[in-house]
């Protein structure tokens, strides 16, 4: 999965529908675990479950390349920083959290 949502396209093509089909189908893992996570709870996102399945896939290319790339060696490792990364990120996507983070700066 992770492979083909970061990697070039290579050989195929980005319009190819069964190249767009397996990307969207990829990238659904993380929107069906928002949209689960929403409608077991009482959150209100800031977005839809698809945009912020985007959002989380950018952080998560973000991590995931430092890593691989060797560069995650002058302070904090993957370990450290994916937890607190994708606690921002949630608390950031939430209407409820995104106040009481505003309120409390105040």
Do not use: N
Not at 15 to 34: C, G, H, M, N, Y
Not at 40 to 59: E, K, M, N, Q
């Amino acid at each position: 999965m992770y492979e083909l949502l970061y990697t070039d396209t290579g050989a195929m093509s980005e319009t190819d529908p069964e190249f767009v089909a397996a990307k969207l189908a990829t990238l659904s893992v993380a929107q069906r675990v928002i949209e689960a996570v929403v409608e077991s709870t009482s959150l209100t996102l800031r977005a839809d479950a698809f945009t912020t399945a985007h959002l989380f896939w950018v952080a998560a290319h973000g991590l995931v390349s430092l890593q691989k790339g060797g560069c995650l060696v002058v302070g904090r490792t993957l370990d450290e920083l994916s937890p607190v990364l994708f606690t921002a990120l949630s608390i950031g996507m939430v209407e409820e959290a995104s106040g009481m983070v505003e309120e409390e700066s105040s």
